[in-house]
Nanobody, 122 residues
Framework: QVQLVESGGGLVQAGDSLRLSCAAS????????MAWFRQAPGKEREFVAS????????YVADSVKGRFTISRVNAKNTVYLQMNSLKPEDTAVYYC???????????????WGQGTQVTVSS
């Protein structure tokens, strides 16, 4: 059983940067694909980015490509989401997830964090 705890969210202005962190415990972190999803009010949860167990492969949604970067430090059991040039449409609750494949579908991930709120004002 893997437990995930996100941190780093907050209220920022358009154009600012934030770095989200997700700390994992209770399992073998390095064996899991890790991903970030987000859910805006009234919308479905959507894929943001994923990273392979080794960190050698990453996938990023087109809506954030060039602005968001996912990374991981297996020695710290932590995955990060660096978010630059934030826009008001990035406002959402951001969730960390762990799974066995680097897909973009929610049901490909077995473990989820509680989420952290990111609000971008214009």
């Amino acid at each position: 059983q893997v437990q995930l705890v996100e941190s780093g969210g907050g209220l920022v202005q358009a154009g600012d940067s934030l770095r989200l962190s997700c700390a994992a415990s209770g399992g073998t972190f390095s064996r899991h694909v890790m991903a970030w999803f987000r859910q805006a009010p009234g919308k479905e949860r959507e894929f943001v980015a994923s990273i392979s167990w080794s960190g050698g492969s990453t996938y990023v949604a087109d809506s954030v490509k060039g602005r968001f970067t996912i990374s991981r430090v297996n020695a710290k059991n932590t995955v990060y989401l660096q978010m630059n040039s934030l826009k008001p449409e990035d406002t959402a609750v951001y969730y960390c997830a762990a799974g066995s494949s680097s897909g973009r579908l929610l049901n490909e991930y077995n473990y989820w964090g509680q989420g952290t709120q990111v609000t971008v004002s214009s």
